[in-house]
């Protein structure tokens, strides 16, 4: 029974008793702690373990959730709490990939952006999403569907036409249990952002349990009086919510109490300190935020990898190598050039890379997941940074399934799949490899043991046939070469100075690339230590 106005203050305890066995769970939140419920999810995971309820839950959440630790989506890695997870990205939680490796659980993912806007649509009570995202990928149902162990059996989404057009139709489901992360409460229930880093897709979740008829558990820092908050500061309303727990303990991640500066809070004069703070430090002026790093392969492929930037561009950037691309605009000066996004709902600001990632110090706007994610399907990106874990011949992109673990996309297919130019970063082999940069050259020591030049993936989450479908370029960029995407599949049009193409290159590969007809060296100012501010934007 829904709690009445009266008594939707409870303790933690309270509220994890509100979920059933068997129930839809739906949760949000990123990595290092980005608008995660914690004492929720603490809560679940402890009546779980003492009383051995609820069982048999299914979860679902967009992004990653946890620390590779105890938190996030850690605290729902039991054997027999969960039968069934659809998970947007796993990375930050090992025992829920290990219980999808020993078929524990059914494990599914989906795009964090489709995952968002799903739950918007059970929202609305309409009959799931239809949208264009994930044709060709793992998630089509002719490639996979999503599934990624025998014991995921459901087909989440299916192939339809529309005007001759094909899409597909993820399925709406029951959410009946919400768990809902944000800064204040007003004693009527009320629900308001202001101190959270992000928005995420909050509303969307909240919506959907209401519309299913479930609980609305929202996670609080503080309890405010009676019109405290403004109507426009209120992101959930009253008539939503089921329940509240005041969290005192709860921080803007799991290391940073609070900072105004990344909820978005900071103006004037104080917003414009570190703004310039951060555009003026260089490798010899070190700051708080990890700006600067020893010059290595990752700064080279991101030196290069900014030449395809220009004045105006909408961009977004992935995790991994492509942090190295966001910090180089910043040390450059040249934030302001450039509109900046990330799939959390992010424009601007400096963004926070690692376990941070998700994080933007001083954001010039923050907007709802789900709508993010419609400016992205709607072809508002002009370049996407991504990273690869493998890539093959024909231009197909694999970071979902590596070496048999389930890691899900997050928000790459959303991403990749709608940028008018799509830019891969990464180094070209893993495991063992030993490189000497900084002079000009790239010498290559000791080759990896791992390619990721491969034959064919292991999953596509990015199809190169797809992309040349839409007309989209693809550029697959690392520190030895450069590749394109061609209606003949890759083309290597360029290598890095000091790297022996036959040796270092080819014979690396498990495939036989076409080779330009104007096949070039890169510059040489991409591999010196000593210089960053080549290739400014025109």
């Known amino acids: 029974m829904t709690p009445s106005m009266k008594t939707k203050f409870m303790s933690a305890d309270e509220a994890a008793a509100l979920v059933r066995d068997g129930d839809t769970v739906a949760l949000m939140g990123g990595g290092g702690g980005l608008m995660e419920a914690t004492c929720l999810f603490q809560a679940v995971e402890r009546r779980f373990l003492t009383t051995q309820a609820p069982r048999d839950l299914t979860v679902v959440h967009a992004l990653g959730i946890g620390d590779k630790g105890h938190r996030g989506m850690n605290c729902f890695a039991h054997e027999g709490l969960v039968r069934k997870v659809v998970g947007g990205h796993w990375v930050w939680s090992p025992r829920m990939q290990q219980l999808a490796r020993e078929e524990k659980i059914a494990a599914y993912i989906l795009p964090g952006g489709v995952s968002s806007q799903l739950l918007r649509e059970i929202g609305g009570a309409r009959p799931g999403l239809i949208t264009h995202v994930g044709l060709g990928t793992v998630c089509d149902p002719r490639h996979g569907g999503g599934r990624m162990n025998a014991s995921a059996t459901e087909d989440l989404a299916e192939v339809i036409t529309l005007d001759g057009r094909e899409y597909l139709r993820y399925k709406p489901y029951p959410v009946h249990v919400a768990l809902v992360r944000a800064s204040a409460a007003d004693e009527d229930g009320n629900i308001s952002f202001e101190h959270e880093a992000a928005n995420l897709d909050a509303a969307a979740i909240a919506l959907a349990a209401r519309s299913s008829g479930g609980q609305v558990i929202v996670q609080v820092k503080e309890r405010l009086p009676r019109g405290a908050l403004k109507a426009r500061e209120v992101r959930i309303p009253a008539a939503w919510v089921s329940a509240i727990v005041v969290d005192p303990a709860q921080s803007t991640s799991y290391d940073i109490p609070f900072d105004a500066s990344l909820s978005g809070e900071l103006t004037g004069p104080e917003r414009l300190a570190i703004d310039a703070l951060e555009v003026r430090a260089t490798p010899d002026e070190p700051i708080s935020e990890p700006i600067s790093e020893p010059f290595n392969e990752r700064q080279a492929v991101a030196r290069r990898a900014a030449c395809e930037l220009f004045e105006g561009a909408v961009v977004n950037y992935g995790v991994g190598v492509p942090d190295a691309v966001a910090k180089l605009v910043v040390r450059r000066g040249e934030l302001d050039r450039i509109h900046q996004t990330i799939e959390h709902g992010t424009y601007g600001g400096s963004l926070l890379d690692g376990v941070l990632f998700g994080y933007a110090r001083n954001a010039t706007a923050m907007l709802d997941a789900p709508t993010q994610f419609d400016f992205y399907a709607g072809g508002g990106l002009d370049i996407a940074f991504l990273g690869f874990g493998e890539f093959d011949a024909q231009g197909n992109v694999n970071v979902s399934r590596l070496g048999g673990l389930t890691v899900g996309p997050g928000g790459f297919i959303d991403i990749a799949q709608n940028a008018r130019k799509v830019v891969f970063c990464g180094t070209f082999a893993a495991k063992g490899v030993q490189l000497h940069t900084g002079d000009g050259e790239m010498r290559v020591a000791q080759q990896g043991s791992v390619r990721k030049l491969v034959p064919g993936v292991e999953q596509i ?78």
């Open 461 to 538: 989450t990015f199809s190169g046939p797809q992309a040349l479908v839409r007309g989209q370029q693809a550029l697959y960029l690392t520190e030895r070469a450069s590749f394109r995407l061609t209606p003949e599949g890759i083309e290597l049009f360029e290598i890095a100075p000091g790297v022996d193409l036959q040796r270092d290159v080819l014979d690396q590969m498990g495939f036989a690339p076409r080779l330009a007809a104007d096949l070039r060296v890169m510059p040489r100012s991409h591999f010196l230590r000593e210089d960053d501010r080549f290739g400014a934007l025109s």
